[in-house]
């Protein structure tokens, strides 16, 4: 499906990253050019318009991280957006106490909240019945039996709200961009080429309210270990908060380009396919979460549940924009 095309870019971007990542204390001359020229405008661009993107890619700079590598467009944002998610992760597993087993989730406004790792089982195991329809977006990636060594599957609950927190960041980095990206990307760039990253925020609160289900019912001990981490179910709905807001935030952008700017009018079938898409993945995640066995867990997390935290009624109708009409009547779906 169309959805796939952004997904498949993130991926490879994951991997060019990665791959950089291992030369990135001894460049070649050559490559060492390049990076610098654009790791230089990544981080000014970041630096006007996205504090906290900012702040952790400035911090991972000081340990010798730096995931700003390779050329791009410098207004594409998918750029931005993939490279801040990266660095969450290294924020994540790099710093500082790594050798006693700690993890740091970024929360804003240069905080964190550290959390020891317990031991927890793999989130495949949670996860391996879950209907196929809801297996079509995110879950091969990251809790599919094919990927049983990523942070996501390998570290359980603490995995995937690291999965969660770097998609939390990379969303409010889409955001933040916005006014950046609105005057100087072409056609429905902005748009079209960042509309699947609302999913995984209902996405990975499905895999967690899952792993979290599971563990309750089969692994009681696991589950009571988990719920008395005080630290972790504060990070939760700290990034919960920040996420759905993002989100929000977000569709008013979505909304603002519509109406202000007509280059909205050239979408192709490809382009309303995707962000439709992305909306109707959304809703069948949201669906999802209000089952009663998520509702209960998703109270005892002390977390809002989806539909409160993010009302699809946030859309306004512009009759005069039939793509966007579709895309509302589609978010709207589930109300
Ligand atoms: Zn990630």
Same mark, same amino acid.
């Given at each position: 499906?169309?959805?796939?095309?952004?997904?498949?870019?993130?991926?490879?971007?994951?991997?060019?990253?990665?791959?950089?990542?291992? $030369?990135?204390?001894?460049?070649?001359?050559?490559?060492?050019?390049?990076?610098?020229?654009?790791? #230089?405008?990544?981080? @000014?661009?970041?630096?006007?318009?996205?504090?906290?993107?900012?702040?952790?890619?400035?911090?991972?700079?000081?340990?010798?991280?730096?995931? $700003?590598?390779?050329?791009?467009?410098?207004?594409?944002?998918?750029?931005?957006?993939?490279?801040?998610?990266?660095?969450?992760?290294?924020?994540?597993?790099?710093?500082?106490?790594? @050798?006693?087993?700690?993890?740091?989730?970024?929360?804003?406004?240069? #905080?964190?909240?550290?959390?020891?790792?317990?031991?927890? $089982?793999?989130?495949?195991?949670?996860?391996?019945?879950?209907?196929?329809?809801?297996?079509?977006?995110?879950?091969?990636?990251?809790?599919?039996?094919? /990927?049983?060594?990523?942070?996501? /599957?390998?570290?359980?609950?603490?995995?995937?709200?690291?999965?969660?927190?770097?998609?939390?960041?990379?969303?409010?980095?889409?955001?933040?961009?916005?006014?950046?990206?609105?005057?100087?990307?072409?056609?429905?760039?902005?748009? /079209?080429?960042?509309?699947?990253?609302?999913?995984?925020?209902?996405?990975?609160?499905?895999?967690?309210?899952?792993?979290?289900?599971?563990?309750?019912?089969?692994?009681?001990?696991?589950?009571?270990?988990?719920?008395?981490?005080?630290?972790?179910?504060?990070?939760?709905?700290?990034?919960?908060?920040?996420?759905?807001?993002?989100?929000?935030?977000?569709?008013?952008?979505?909304?603002?380009?519509?109406?202000?700017?007509?280059?909205?009018?050239?979408?192709?079938?490809?382009?309303?396919?995707?962000?439709?898409?992305?909306?109707?993945?959304?809703?069948?995640? !949201?669906?999802?979460?209000?089952?009663?066995?998520?509702?209960?867990?998703?109270?005892?997390?002390?977390?809002? /549940?989806?539909?409160?935290?993010?009302? $699809?009624?946030?859309?306004?109708?512009?009759?005069?924009?039939?793509?966007?009409?579709?895309?509302?009547?589609?978010?709207?779906? !589930?109300?």
């Amino acid at each position: 499906m169309a959805a796939f095309s952004a997904k498949r870019f993130s991926v490879a971007l994951s991997v060019v990253l990665s791959i950089t990542l291992v $030369f990135a204390m001894a460049p070649s001359p050559a490559y060492a050019a390049i990076a610098e020229i654009t790791n #230089k405008q990544a981080s @000014k661009v970041l630096k006007k318009y996205d504090a906290d993107g900012y702040y952790l890619v400035s911090t991972m700079h000081k340990y010798g991280i730096d995931l $700003f590598r390779g050329s791009a467009d410098k207004y594409d944002i998918r750029y931005y957006r993939t490279n801040v998610h990266e660095t969450c992760h290294s924020y994540f597993s790099h710093l500082w106490d790594n @050798k006693y087993g700690m993890r740091y989730y970024y929360i804003g406004n240069k #905080k964190r909240i550290g959390v020891t790792k317990k031991d927890v $089982f793999k989130s495949y195991i949670a996860l391996k019945s879950v209907p196929k329809r809801l297996r079509e977006g995110r879950w091969g990636e990251y809790v599919g039996k094919s /990927n049983l060594t990523v942070t996501a /599957n390998v570290y359980g609950i603490y995995g995937l709200m690291d999965e969660f927190t770097a998609y939390c960041w990379g969303m409010n980095t889409i955001v933040k961009l916005y006014p950046y990206a609105k005057a100087k990307t072409t056609n429905s760039g902005y748009l /079209n080429l960042t509309s699947d990253y609302s999913v995984s925020y209902v996405e990975f609160r499905y895999f967690m309210e899952q792993y979290l289900y599971y563990a309750k019912k089969k692994k009681p001990a696991v589950y009571k270990q988990i719920m008395s981490d005080k630290k972790l179910l504060r990070a939760m709905r700290a990034i919960d908060k920040k996420f759905a807001s993002a989100i929000k935030a977000y569709d008013k952008n979505v909304v603002d380009y519509a109406s202000t700017n007509r280059r909205f009018d050239k979408y192709d079938a490809e382009d309303l396919e995707e962000i439709c898409g992305a909306v109707s993945e959304y809703n069948m995640f !949201v669906k999802e979460l209000l089952k009663s066995r998520y509702t209960a867990i998703t109270k005892a997390c002390g977390l809002k /549940n989806v539909a409160e935290r993010h009302p $699809f009624k946030a859309w306004p109708k512009t009759p005069e924009l039939e793509e966007e009409s579709a895309y509302t009547a589609a978010r709207s779906a !589930v109300i």
